[in-house]
């Protein structure tokens, strides 16, 4: 079964970027709907950003113009660029087919300090 790897969280301050890595351990891309999400300490699992096998992306309100995702399908690997980020954007970030499908990797801890 295709398993998904994220990387690239870490600490930064309020109004900084990060770059969000997932590998998978397969070739999915070319019949899912990719997609990132994120929980945070005591909340449920919320959807932050998607992108289709045709490339058409779409985000959760509160991510829009800040995030942006992408994908490099000769790699298996989705990327989600944060930018302007928030402490409230604080979370664990995982990625999976949309709808989630596949097993849930560990995620890639981000904090925003403010």
């Known amino acids: 079964q295709v398993q998904l790897v994220e990387s690239g969280g870490g600490l930064v301050q309020a109004g900084g970027s990060l770059r969000l890595s997932c590998a998978a351990s397969g070739s999915i891309f070319s019949v899912n709907a990719m997609g990132w999400y994120r929980q945070a300490p005591g909340k449920q699992r919320e959807f932050v950003a998607l992108?289709?096998?045709?490339?058409?992306?779409n985000y959760a309100n509160s991510m829009k113009g800040r995030f942006t995702i992408s994908r490099d399908s000769a790699k298996n690997t989705v990327y989600l660029e944060m930018n302007s980020l928030k402490p409230e954007d604080t979370a664990n970030y995982y990625c999976n087919t949309v709808p989630a499908r596949l097993p849930w990797g560990q995620g890639t801890q981000v904090t925003v300090s403010s």
């Open positions: 992108i289709t096998p045709g490339g058409l992306t």
